[in-house]
């Protein structure tokens, strides 16, 4: 592999590239130091000391002790179940605390990093380690490939030796006999960094309240309402996207500020892609947010954002009566029939004895 590199290629111009949304696939070679080792911390990759290679004893083999043949996790969903095992020949790496950091292939339990295939460094290979902070190199906690995907959506993968890509590992036959799973393994990975494998997206979402078919501009309180997502997934053989409905474990949030309602977002029965939950708006009004933040290892994130408005119920959109205001109701019909009696029996009531003596003081005068 070239060690030198142009001028305009560095560390922070393929951060600066990953960043506008290209994929990278990034290969070291294993016995010389370049530039590009410098980029793994941008990935939180910890490289061991310079010229340490991945070495390991077993199994017995007729290759040298830093060609290692690797058994890929059957249940990483970027690599084909059951891909037989791969040479490998590289440097390793340690993995730092980042969510974004997605394992490919790990190192064999029995490996170990090395400065000679004799073991004669090793002491001081752990020595240096551990003034490091850095652990001891070796076991299946050191990563061989690794992918990482960047916020916006860009992937990027770090493999620790460009041999994995080579013809000759491609054929090299494995100490059981059979051909290695090289070819398959780099077509997964290739696959996987330019989004050709587990890319998923969002094509729309709506909302509407039970029983419409159209969105509102404003929802108001303890309405029910119907969110639907729909989600593609690319197929790389047709080229195209197609309608997926294999997830299970979405979630929707309905939040101001922080979440008010959290519920799970499943497929929808007999819709392809189409993923749907009906709610109730909670009692409370303010600038809302339909909100799907979905991020799994290897996955495409699905990240969705809607504001809506929930404003409280107009003045004619309260009920007329209250069950509890049944007393108060009662009071003031009681009242006002007490007071309707009282003004017809005033009203109708015998002035007869009032007319007889208005009639004599007439007379007498």
Do not use: C
């Amino acid at each position: 592999m070239i060690a030198d590199y142009a001028q305009d290629i560095t560390p922070q111009s393929l951060v600066t590239l990953l960043e506008k949304g290209s994929n990278l696939l990034v290969a070291l070679p294993s016995k010389k130091q370049t530039i590009i080792t410098s980029l793994a911390p941008e990935f939180s990759l910890i490289l061991p000391p310079p010229g340490t290679p991945l070495v390991s004893h077993f199994p017995e083999r007729d290759t040298p002790v830093t060609v290692v043949p690797v058994t890929p996790l059957s249940s990483n969903p970027i690599l084909t179940p059951n891909t037989p095992p791969v040479w490998f020949s590289g440097v390793p790496f340690a993995y730092g605390n980042n969510p974004l950091l997605v394992p490919i292939l790990n190192a064999p339990a029995e490996s170990f990093a090395a400065d000679s295939g004799s073991d004669s460094g090793a002491d001081a290979v752990v020595e240096a380690a551990d003034k490091g902070g850095e652990g001891l190199w070796a076991g299946s906690q050191m990563g061989l490939v690794a992918g990482f995907q960047a916020l916006g959506g860009a992937r990027a993968t770090w493999v620790g030796g460009v041999e994995l890509f080579s013809d000759e590992y491609a054929q090299k036959e494995l100490p059981q006999g059979v051909k290695p799973g090289n070819t398959q393994f780099t077509s997964d990975v290739a696959a996987w960094t330019f989004q050709e494998s587990l890319a998923l997206r969002i094509d729309n979402v709506t909302h509407h309240l039970v029983g419409e078919t159209g969105p509102r501009e404003t929802y108001t309180i303890n309405d029910n309402v119907v969110f639907t997502a729909h989600i593609s997934k690319y197929n790389s053989g047709k080229s195209a996207w197609e309608p997926y409905s294999g997830i299970t474990d979405m979630q929707l949030e309905f939040t101001m500020l922080d979440p008010h309602i959290r519920t799970s977002l499943p497929p929808a029965t007999g819709n392809a892609g189409e993923y749907s939950v009906t709610f109730r708006v909670p009692d409370r009004h303010g600038v809302f947010k339909f909100i799907i933040d979905y991020k799994r290892k290897g996955w495409t994130h699905l990240q969705s954002s809607t504001v809506v408005p929930v404003v409280p119920p107009r003045h004619d959109g309260y009920p007329r009566f209250l069950s509890a205001a049944w007393p108060y109701y009662i009071g003031a019909i009681s009242t006002s029939i007490g007071f309707v009696l009282f003004s017809t029996l005033w009203l109708a009531g015998d002035d007869r004895e009032a007319n007889k003596k208005f009639a004599k003081t007439t007379k007498t005068e």
